[in-house]
């Protein structure tokens, strides 16, 4: 079955404590984000990557750092520096990236919690 | 830069009744995309609408792009249980990636 799988679904974290968050599509597509939702919030785009090897900063960057090094992979990490990382963190892919035509395909996220 | 606000943020009914949700834009659209969260879940694509004037049905729920292609709305009819959760019409902003707004919650009482 193709899709998109994210690890783990739930994470505890003690603060000051790094933690990284698995996201790995089999769909074969070049173009992949990360969201973060907090409650009763839309999504906030922290970062996305268009193709392998390259990735750019979305609105809420900081404190997070990404890699694409593997077509179907683009783990998060949350850094100590982010200052509330508690939230639900949504990994998304889409076929190609060219004037946002494709739809987006969810992981079902990971529920970071920070102690 | 362009902006899509979504009507409203909140809306219950009772089961069986309808609803509607309404995405604006301030500038012309090239197209729209509306995504369905179930609570606890992960957005889910619904449907992509492209042409000035379309309307496109799924069952229950109809949507249309306007004729200006500056608007778009989801209706669903006779309101079920299973429609609950957020319904989101990201703003489509060229350079980036699809911007998600809060959406619309929509919350059915049986």
């Known amino acids: 079955d193709g899709g998109i799988t994210q690890s783990p679904k739930y994470l505890f974290r003690k603060e000051g404590q790094n933690v990284t968050l698995s996201c790995e599509q089999n769909?074969?597509?070049?173009?992949m984000y990360w969201y973060r939702q907090d409650p009763g919030q839309g999504l906030r785009l922290i970062y996305y990557?268009?193709?392998?090897?390259?990735?750019q900063k979305g609105d809420i960057a900081e404190g997070y750092s990404v890699s694409r090094e593997k077509k179907e992979s683009f783990p998060l990490t949350v850094t100590s520096a982010q200052k509330n990382p508690t939230a639900f963190y949504l990994c998304?892919?889409?076929?190609?990236?060219?004037?946002?035509?494709?739809?987006?395909?969810f992981g079902e996220g990971s529920r970071l919690t920070v102690l | 830069g362009q902006q899509v606000m979504q009507i409203p943020q909140y809306q219950h009914v009772q089961e069986g009744e309808d609803f509607t949700t309404y995405c604006n834009s301030s500038?012309?659209?090239?197209?729209i995309q509306w995504y369905k969260q179930r609570p606890g879940g992960h957005p889910v694509f619904l449907i992509q609408l492209v042409k000035s004037g379309e309307v496109k049905k799924q069952k229950r729920l109809t949507f249309q792009f306007g004729e200006a292609k500056k608007n778009s709305s989801l209706h669903i009819t006779a309101t079920q249980t299973t429609d609950v959760g957020t319904y989101f019409c990201p703003q489509n902003q060229a350079g980036t990636a699809l911007i998600f707004g809060k959406g619309t919650t929509l919350s059915v009482s049986s």
């Open positions: 998304a892919s889409s076929p190609r990236w060219f004037a946002n035509t494709g739809e987006l395909f």
């Open positions: 500038t012309t659209l090239s197209n």
């Open positions: 990557s268009q193709i392998v090897n390259d990735f």
């Open positions: 769909l074969n597509h070049d173009a």
